[in-house]
């Protein structure tokens, strides 16, 4: 018994100073919350729609844009929607037998990829939802119903020879379950067709997104890094609020707290720091910022919808706070947002970084050490990497909407008075911050569309 009380109180020490480590930033703090979770098996009231937004969201915009009385980034960004490539009408859609996503020899006949039709469709779905709800125009609510039923009769599954196929699992899984969650207050969306979305959802997209969380392809639980269970958990989610399914919610809030992979708050985060340029804030690590910045953003947008979503839901269901994953742990969301914006914000206040200086050097950003799959347990052990630096890269300063969530989320809807500093100025720098097809700041390939987008239009306050 003697024995094992002090072997306890070593490993005490042990982790006690391990959280309370010095380097030439100051003291980095590296406790790991609430070791001893207790997990969520809370039961959800489900005022739809409740995914990225509620009906009251969707009234405040729309009585703004009605009345004329909406800011200019507001009127702006529904400008950009409005002549959005994908919210052209009659839109046709383009469903494949299977969604093909990565090394694709011997998957599909004519051995090509063809996930960017379902990423496409997805996109003009959810986008013509969110114009519906802003115009009653039904035209567009067709054509949105229209897109979900025809993948929902045609589409069988997503494959390919290796992992890729999880990202069109989790990317177009929560963009399609986004729109047929706005969706399914129209009247035009017979109950036999969105019985029949809602199946399709949970077999082909559902069953990937439990498979990747729970298996991680055979591989260890660091392998994939934080963007893979981000997109995953995003689709999961929103499609146990499409379903009214609680475990698989539940399922998501604990992994988020509690979770084996990168995607959980203990993972996702690798230490917080002071912030280099005295602001007197706090910056947060995130898993990725050592591999390459676009990787890095993309992990801080996609958690950031991740947030929202539950925050959403988390308005019905008060009485769950767990759900409020943007105040987990001390605004470490805001936190992580804050050291991945401030590293790649540069000087000036237009929408374009390709000039100007760097707010901060590679050299003055604080950074843990991160090894990433070093003497893991993966099938191969010839990818592992120690990075002792932030990703200088040429993703460095690229963007992506997300911003706008960050920052009017702790800024206007909990009206903190700090925290939020390079946050705000990204979302200045890209405002109106617009989307995939409506803002030719993101390109057309897959980074466009591994976020919704569209936050000046629905949150934005002066």
């Known amino acids: 018994m003697k024995k094992i009380f002090i072997t306890c109180l070593v490993a005490l020490i042990s ?22 979770y207790t997990p969520v098996a809370a039961q959800y009231t489900f005022n739809h729609p409740c995914g990225m937004f509620n009906q009251a969201d969707f009234d405040r915009v729309k009585s703004m844009l009605d009345d004329g009385t909406a800011p200019q980034p ?57 114009l519906w709800k802003l115009t009653d125009d039904a035209e567009y609510a067709d054509n949105a119903v229209n897109i979900m039923n025809k993948w929902a009769e045609e589409c069988k599954g997503i494959k390919s020879n290796d992992a890729n196929q999880m990202l069109a699992a989790g990317a177009q899984g929560y963009t399609f379950a986004n729109a047929a969650e706005i969706m399914r207050t129209y009247d035009g969306w017979s109950d036999t067709d969105f019985e029949d979305f809602k199946k399709w959802m949970v077999d082909v997209f559902a069953s990937k997104n439990i498979d990747f969380m729970t298996n991680h392809q055979g591989q260890c639980d660091d ?143 604080p950074f843990n050490e991160y090894k990433y799959c070093i003497d893991c347990s993966c099938t191969s052990n010839n990818h592992g990497a120690t990075q002792s630096v932030v990703a200088d890269d040429e993703g460095r300063g690229k963007f992506r909407p997300g911003w706008e969530i960050f920052y009017i989320h702790y ?49 934005y306050r002066e």
């Not at 982790?15 to 001893?36: H, M, R, S, Y």
């Not at 959005?84 to 998957?107: C, F, K, L, Q, W």
Request: include cysteine; charge should be negative.
């Open 223 to 365: 392998h994939y890094w934080s963007n893979w269970d981000l997109v995953n958990m995003c689709s999961y989610f929103s499609i146990g609020v499409l379903t009214e399914n609680h475990e698989m919610i539940n399922y998501v809030v604990n992994y988020f707290y509690s979770g084996a992979g990168n995607g959980c708050i203990k993972k996702l985060v690798q230490g917080v720091f002071d912030d280099p340029l005295g602001t007197g804030e706090q910056i947060a690590q995130n898993q990725e910022s050592g591999r390459d910045q676009g990787h890095a953003s993309m992990s801080v947008a996609v958690a950031a919808n991740l947030c929202q979503m539950a925050y959403t839901l988390y308005q019905s269901n008060t009485n769950v706070p767990e759900l409020d994953f943007f105040a987990a742990n001390d605004n470490l969301m805001m936190k992580m947002g804050e050291y991945t914006a401030l590293f790649n914000l540069k000087n000036g206040t237009d929408n374009n970084n390709a000039s100007g200086q760097w707010l901060v050097t590679q050299s003055e950003m």
């Open 411 to 459: 800024a206007k809807i909990k009206n903190l008075s700090s925290g939020y500093t390079y946050a705000k100025r990204f979302a200045d720098k890209i405002r109106p911050e617009g989307g995939a097809g409506g803002n030719s700041i993101y390109g057309t390939d897959s980074g466009a569309f591994d976020q919704l987008g569209w936050g000046t239009l629905m949150m």
């Open 15 to 36: 982790l006690f100073n391990a959280a309370c480590q010095k380097n030439e930033f100051g003291t980095v703090d590296l406790t790991i919350p609430e070791d001893v």
């Open 74 to 130: 507001v009127k702006e960004e529904f400008q950009l929607l409005k002549n959005s490539r994908y919210t052209m009408v009659p839109y046709t859609p383009s469903p494949t037998e299977y969604i093909v996503r990565g090394d694709a020899t011997g998957v599909t006949s004519d051995g090509k990829e063809n996930y960017s039709k379902a990423m496409n469709d997805a996109a003009a779905a959810y986008q013509m939802a969110l």
